[in-house]
Every structure is written in C-alpha cells, then in structure tokens.
C-alpha cells in the first residue's frame, strides 16, 4: 500500500539526509579496520588516520557532534526514507531497559499491555476536531492498494486516542467496568515538516501509551501524577537526568485535554530544553465524544461520563541521553542503560609471550567476566585478536561503556584488575577476591549516582530566576532556562516569544546559536516563594494577576 503525507517531504531535511549518507559513505571508505596478526602486534603504519572515531568536538559543533556520537557508537543507522532511522541493537537495548522497568511499575498499579491496529479511519480520527487538528499536517494517509484508488484514505495512526475509545465505548457499561488501564508499546507515525533529527524529531517513533478511565475524576487526576513521578523516576534514576516536573500552560497542553503535566530536562551544550514525557488528563472531553458512559453509582438513573487520561514516553530518551551525557570521546553511558556496563580487555600480550601464557590471560579474562555476570552485571570479554588493545580502549569509549577492565600479566601476579571509568576517566585496581563482583557493582552504584550530581549541578546553574524583562533576554542568551512570574495568558506568552528571539545583529554575531524565542516548558509543581512585585514577566502585560504563577521558559527543542 502506498502512504501519502499531507505535509509532503520537507526538502530541506532530505538534502540534508543525503549529505550525510555521502558522509557516512566516504568514512566507511576512508577508515577501514586496523588489523593485526596478534594483539599487540603488527599495528598500522605510524600516521595513519581513520575516520572511526569523533572528529569534532561537542562544543564546537554540537549539531555535527551529536551526528557523529549516534552513528559512530552504533546507535543509529541512517534509512532511504526521510526522517526514519535504524535503531541499532546498542540504543534499542536502552529502550528496552527503559520499557522493563516502567513495564514493571504501570503492571503494579493494574495497568494491562494491549495493542491495536496502526491503521485508523477517517471517521474515527476526525470525531474529536480539536484534537485532531494539532495533529492534522502531520497525519500520513493510505491512498492505494497497489494501483487501486481506496475507497476512503486511512490514516496510519499519529496517537491513538481515537482508534482506541470507541473500543472503551463497547466495553465500559457499567462502573463496575472501571478503572480501565490499557497501555500499549507500539509505533506511531508523524509527518514532520520540520528537519528531522534521529530520537529527537523523526517520522516513526517508538513509545508506550497508556489510556486509562475511572468513575471518578479524583481517582483520574491522582493516577497521572503518578505517572509523571514515573517518568521522573526514569530520568533520574535511570538516565542520571534531572527533570523539573511541572504543568504545562493552556497554550501549550495536549489539544482536547483539560491538563498536560510533564517532565522536562536540559540539554547544556545547546542551552534548550527538551520535553521528556507528558502525562494528561483528558477530563470528560473524550468520553463526550465517544459516548462512553455508565449509570452514576452515586445518582441511580443518571449517566456519568467516564474520566480518562493518556501518558506516553517515546524513544526521544536515548537522543537526550547521548546529549547530556556525551562527551568528545563519545557516547558516556549511565550504568543502568549500558548495554554491556562492564568490557574485560586482555592487555599487554606480546610476540615474545608464549601461548600457554597468552591463553591463561584471556582464561583469566573470561572467568572474570563470569564471575561479574553471575553478579548481575552485563559483562562482555573483548579477545579479538585482530585489534590492540589501545584500538579496543578507543572503541568502547566511543560507545560508552561504564567500566573497562585491563587485565595484563602484572594484574594477575598482583591478583587484581585495572578498572577504568568511563565518565570521569579515572583508573583504579580492584582485588580479583571474594568481593569482585560485589565491589564492581558497587562502583557501578557510585558512577550512576555521580553521573545524575554532575547534571543536576550543570542544571541548576543555568536556572535562573527573574523578574526583569531585561534580564530575561540577555540570561536567555547565556543558555539558561528561566523561572519567571506569568499571567498565564495566551497572548502574552505569544509576545514573550515572539520578543526574546534572537535579533538580526545576534544571529550575524553567532550564526550557530539558537534564534527562536523562549517557550513556556511549564508550570513547576514547585513553586518558590510569590515574587515580591506581583506582575507578569511581559514588561506590556495587563491581564489580572490573579493567576500568576512562576513558569519556566527557555528554547526548547
């Protein structure tokens, strides 16, 4: 079956896609693999350069850097499709890290896995209109079946609310039918218009959806919380990303909901914000819509429409993660998302070492990395032998493993390892005794605990709080996100951004850095002290401030 986009392709984004595929092309070429006959012999001609690691650094050219750092890793293949992506063994096993544990949490509070169909009729997408039409440009549409004409287009879905509900409308009848909690781990298609970036902006997305209804709106608006902490949970706890929950303002919450709360994170070499996931109460809007209904427990022979909410995080986490905690050697993997979170490298092997000897070392390497196995740590023994072990440092870096362990001849006369941080670079010996396993784990607990510190500190410098217009706009041009008091009014948050963006004489100063104007990310559910002037951050607002609250904005992207 043929798709066709209402949005069309933006041509941009497909020039760009076939540079880089050009690029991706010409390296493969140019670098080849350095083979040798034994590790540790036989290296490369002097002088020779491959293109195999990062050529450009992270704060120089972050858009080049965070192309390299997905590609390079192994995260990310690049497709003949615009705006679709690969997803390579090494980010899906992330995802899938992510997906078990938020599986495990949604499951204890009741919530069932389902799945259906991708594909959605016209009828059913377009029976709630204002929530469609946030949705509508970037809606693809089945138009053939090999070369016949469908007798009505399909749409293939962008959320699936309205596929999914006139399902609840059959089989809620009752209040003993609720709550109902279905989630689902599917795909979803937007035709985005804009350039597409892999994780962060793309065609086809991964993500989970959860769509849930109760009889009662307290029971409904206490679950999307929550879930927002869940998803804080996996930021922080997972990600080692701090995130600023909050409530999204009326201008920017998901179309036909009464609420959207969030959860947002910063991204410090850009200076811009990211959504991380949204969690929404849908209120009655939906139900209204789609009829479902039941008979009031509490007023016999009177209809109640149901509440509802949806809550979804998507494959943009591994994109924010590569941000955050990338670096100029690549991708820096927190412990608990690492794929392999430790690789064992047999070192120091050499053409005067015998082979009894050299077999011993690797044993050696290899019962090591059981031993971390049977620990519970995803360990992984790197005995190529057509690489050095200076080659093998290199490449593990680049995809960002937690821990490398050396061990050489002196290692096993000492009875230790050599273990190297990733993050932090740091080399320390550990006794191969009893505690191994145990004192790996346990380093593995202090990196992933460091590597969250080390973001939050970088975070909270860069959020700033005021209540100047002045100092709103030369902060913002600092990469920072600001705290500010906001009337909460369309317009006024309209003039905000239309006025913070960057001015012709910026943008000739800095042609790399962000132009657009700051954006309210959200609301914070904490909110510091009533500002002593009580007044919009607008410097021409008027409007009652009455509903002033302190709301973050920054770019975003």
Same mark, same amino acid.
């Given at each position: 079956?043929?798709?066709?986009?209402?949005?069309?392709?933006?041509?941009?984004?497909?020039?760009?896609?076939?540079?880089?595929?050009?690029?991706?092309?010409?390296?493969?070429?140019?670098?080849?693999?350095?083979?040798?006959?034994?590790?540790?012999?036989?290296?490369?001609?002097?002088?020779?350069?491959?293109?195999?690691?990062?050529?450009?650094?992270?704060?120089?050219?972050?858009?080049?850097?965070?192309?390299?750092?997905?590609?390079?890793?192994?995260?990310?293949?690049?497709?003949?499709?615009?705006?679709?992506?690969?997803?390579?063994?090494?980010?899906?096993?992330?995802?899938?890290?992510?997906?078990?544990?938020?599986?495990?949490?949604?499951?204890?509070?009741?919530? #069932?896995?389902?799945?259906?169909?991708?594909? *959605?009729?016209?009828?059913?997408? @377009?029976? =709630? $209109?204002?929530?469609?039409? &946030? !949705?509508?440009?970037?809606?693809?549409?089945?138009?053939?079946?090999?070369?016949?004409?469908?007798?009505?287009?399909?749409?293939?879905?962008?959320?699936?609310?309205?596929?999914?509900?006139?399902?609840?409308?059959?089989?809620?009848?009752?209040?003993?039918?609720?709550?109902?909690?279905?989630?689902?781990?599917?795909?979803?298609?937007?035709?985005?218009?804009?350039?597409?970036?892999?994780?962060?902006?793309?065609?086809?997305?991964?993500?989970?959806?959860?769509?849930?209804?109760?009889?009662?709106?307290?029971?409904?608006?206490?679950?999307?919380?929550?879930?927002?902490?869940?998803?804080?949970?996996?930021? #922080?706890?997972?990600?080692?990303?701090?995130? *600023?929950?909050?409530?999204?303002? @009326?201008? =920017? $919450?998901?179309?036909?909901? &009464? !609420?959207?709360?969030?959860?947002?994170?910063?991204?410090?070499?850009?200076?811009?914000?990211?959504?991380?996931?949204?969690?929404?109460?849908?209120?009655?809007?939906?139900?209204?819509?789609?009829?479902?209904?039941?008979?009031?427990?509490?007023?016999?022979?009177?209809?109640?429409?149901?509440?509802?909410?949806?809550?979804?995080?998507?494959?943009?986490?591994?994109?924010?993660?590569?941000?955050?905690?990338?670096?100029?050697?690549?991708?820096?993997?927190?412990?608990?998302?690492?794929?392999?979170?430790?690789?064992?490298?047999?070192?120091?092997?050499?053409?005067?070492?015998?082979?009894?000897?050299?077999?011993?070392?690797?044993?050696?390497?290899?019962?090591?990395?059981?031993?971390?196995?049977?620990?519970?740590?995803?360990?992984?023994? &790197?005995?190529?032998?057509?690489?050095?072990?200076?080659?093998?440092?290199?490449?593990?870096?680049?995809?960002?493993?937690?821990?490398?362990?050396?061990?050489?001849?002196?290692?096993?006369?000492?009875?230790?390892?050599?273990?190297?941080?990733?993050?932090?670079?740091?080399?320390?010996?550990?006794?191969?005794?009893?505690?191994?396993?145990?004192?790996?784990?346990?380093?593995?607990?202090?990196?992933?605990?460091?590597?969250?510190?080390?973001?939050?500190?970088?975070?909270?410098?860069?959020?700033?709080?005021?209540?100047?217009?002045?100092?709103?706009?030369?902060?913002?041009?600092?990469?920072?996100?600001?705290?500010?008091?906001?009337?909460?009014?369309?317009?006024?948050?309209?003039?905000?951004?239309?006025?913070?963006?960057?001015?012709?004489?910026?943008?000739?100063?800095?042609?790399?850095?962000?132009?657009?104007?700051?954006?309210?990310?959200?609301?914070?559910?904490?909110?510091?002290?009533?500002?002593?002037?009580?007044?919009?951050?607008?410097?021409?607002?008027?409007?009652?401030?009455?509903?002033?609250?302190?709301?973050?904005?920054?770019?975003?992207?």
């Amino acid at each position: 079956a043929a798709a066709t986009a209402s949005g069309g392709d933006a041509a941009a984004a497909a020039a760009a896609e076939k540079k880089r595929k050009k690029e991706e092309k010409a390296a493969k070429l140019a670098g080849g693999q350095k083979k040798e006959g034994k590790a540790g012999k036989g290296a490369a001609a002097a002088g020779k350069v491959t293109r195999l690691g990062m050529e450009v650094k992270k704060d120089e050219d972050f858009a080049e850097w965070y192309t390299q750092v997905i590609t390079k890793s192994q995260m990310i293949e690049y497709y003949d499709v615009s705006g679709c992506y690969v997803i390579r063994p090494w980010a899906y096993r992330v995802w899938e890290l992510i997906k078990d544990f938020f599986d495990f949490e949604i499951k204890k509070l009741g919530v #069932e896995n389902s799945y259906f169909p991708i594909f *959605v009729s016209q009828a059913a997408l @377009e029976r =709630e $209109k204002d929530h469609i039409s &946030d !949705f509508a440009p970037e809606v693809a549409w089945v138009t053939k079946s090999g070369q016949s004409d469908l007798a009505e287009p399909i749409a293939i879905r962008p959320t699936s609310e309205t596929g999914m509900y006139p399902c609840y409308a059959k089989w809620i009848q009752s209040h003993r039918d609720l709550p109902l909690k279905i989630n689902q781990w599917n795909n979803v298609v937007r035709w985005e218009f804009k350039h597409p970036q892999p994780f962060l902006r793309t065609r086809e997305f991964l993500w989970q959806e959860g769509h849930t209804a109760f009889a009662d709106v307290a029971s409904a608006q206490e679950e999307v919380f929550t879930i927002l902490d869940l998803y804080a949970r996996i930021y #922080e706890e997972y990600m080692a990303i701090p995130v *600023v929950k909050g409530r999204k303002t @009326e201008k =920017e $919450k998901f179309a036909g909901g &009464d !609420f959207t709360t969030t959860v947002e994170a910063y991204i410090p070499t850009s200076g811009r914000a990211i959504q991380g996931a949204t969690s929404h109460h849908l209120g009655q809007n939906f139900s209204k819509m789609f009829d479902i209904v039941i008979e009031d427990p509490k007023k016999p022979g009177e209809k109640l429409y149901v509440y509802q909410n949806s809550w979804g995080i998507t494959t943009r986490t591994i994109g924010v993660l590569c941000m955050v905690h990338g670096d100029d050697k690549g991708l820096v993997l927190p412990p608990k998302l690492a794929t392999k979170q430790t690789v064992v490298v047999p070192c120091g092997i050499t053409a005067k070492m015998s082979a009894e000897d050299e077999k011993a070392l690797i044993a050696a390497c290899h019962v090591a990395s059981q031993e971390l196995s049977a620990g519970g740590i995803r360990s992984h023994v &790197d005995d190529r032998d057509n690489y050095s072990p200076g080659w093998k440092f290199n490449d593990w870096e680049l995809k960002g493993v937690p821990i490398r362990i050396e061990v050489g001849p002196k290692d096993l006369e000492k009875n230790q390892v050599t273990a190297v941080i990733r993050h932090s670079g740091e080399k320390l010996s550990i006794p191969r005794d009893e505690k191994f396993a145990a004192s790996v784990s346990d380093l593995l607990v202090t990196i992933q605990a460091r590597m969250f510190e080390s973001a939050r500190v970088e975070r909270d410098a860069h959020i700033k709080q005021v209540t100047q217009w002045s100092d709103f706009c030369t902060l913002l041009e600092q990469k920072n996100l600001l705290l500010a008091p906001f009337c909460g009014v369309e317009s006024c948050e309209d003039a905000i951004k239309k006025e913070s963006a960057r001015t012709d004489e910026a943008v000739a100063i800095d042609p790399n850095a962000p132009a657009m104007g700051a954006k309210s990310l959200c609301i914070p559910l904490e909110q510091p002290a009533p500002a002593a002037e009580k007044r919009c951050i607008h410097p021409k607002c008027c409007n009652s401030t009455d509903k002033l609250q302190w709301t973050l904005f920054g770019r975003s992207y």
